[in-house]
């Protein structure tokens, strides 16, 4: 079975200031895909990233960067310098190579950036 | 291109109604999947449609169903509302590969009173 644990349920920064969301999952498979939404208040989740379970390698995109370690089960998001407009709800969420092929969310991070 | 279009938005039913949502996915999407987001319950899986067929169901009552029709479009129906039915329903599609990701729609915010 396929867990998802985002233990940080809302996080308050200024802006500016760097933030980093937990993630760590649970999946007896070698092999999955780990993924990284934000749900901004209008509520469409916007797709961020996909990871396979091969690739360890650290991902940047401009502010935004994703540490996975399998060592620890994790897949965190760091936030750069946060913006405002950076406030949101993040879902973390695994796909293993289980027969439904269907991803397990996080319950979410809710980031709040004040000005 | 497009993205996936949900209508309505919003929509406000009475207990014990049925209610029927659109989701358009986008062009070439074969699959279709729902989620019912609540605050309490955080994202859960209700079904998922490829090629017309329902593929995967997740652990809701009957009283929820859904169909795909041949050009991708999906409906999902819930008969007799409960007020717990209250969530922001979300449609997402992606093509038929299972390992990429999701496109969501902005969802149908659904109040039942």
């Known amino acids: 079975a396929q867990k998802v644990t985002q233990a940080q349920t809302e996080i308050s920064v200024v802006e500016k200031e760097d933030v980093t969301l937990d993630c760590v999952y649970e999946?007896?498979?070698?092999?999955?895909?780990l993924f990284w939404y934000k749900q901004p208040p209008s509520g469409e989740l916007v797709f961020l990233i996909r990871r396979n379970s091969f690739d360890e390698q650290n991902e940047i995109s401009g502010r935004y960067s994703w540490n996975f370690q399998k060592s620890t089960s994790s897949f965190n998001f760091t936030i750069t310098a946060s913006q405002v407009v950076d406030s949101a709800v993040y879902f973390c969420a695994l796909k293993d190579s289980g027969g439904s092929y269907i991803p397990t969310f996080g319950r979410g991070t809710s980031l709040i950036v004040h000005p | 291109k497009a993205g996936v279009t949900q209508t309505p938005r919003y929509l406000i039913k009475t207990r014990g109604q049925q209610v029927t949502l659109s989701c358009s996915p986008i062009?070439?999407?074969?699959?279709v999947s729902w989620y019912q987001q609540t605050p309490g319950q955080g994202l859960q899986f209700l079904f998922e449609?490829?090629?017309?067929?329902?593929?995967n169901k997740g652990n809701f009552p009957g009283r929820f169903s859904g169909r795909q029709f041949s050009n991708s479009r999906s409906e999902m129906n819930v008969s007799t509302l409960e007020l717990g039915d209250s969530a922001l329903y979300l449609c997402?599609?992606?093509?038929?590969?299972?390992?990429?990701?999701?496109?969501f729609g902005s969802g149908t915010r659904l109040t039942v009173v």
């Open positions: 062009s070439g999407h074969r699959s």
């Open positions: 449609y490829f090629s017309e067929t329902q593929r």
């Open positions: 997402a599609s992606r093509t038929g590969d299972r390992n990429y990701g999701y496109t």
């Open positions: 999946t007896r498979d070698t092999t999955y895909y």
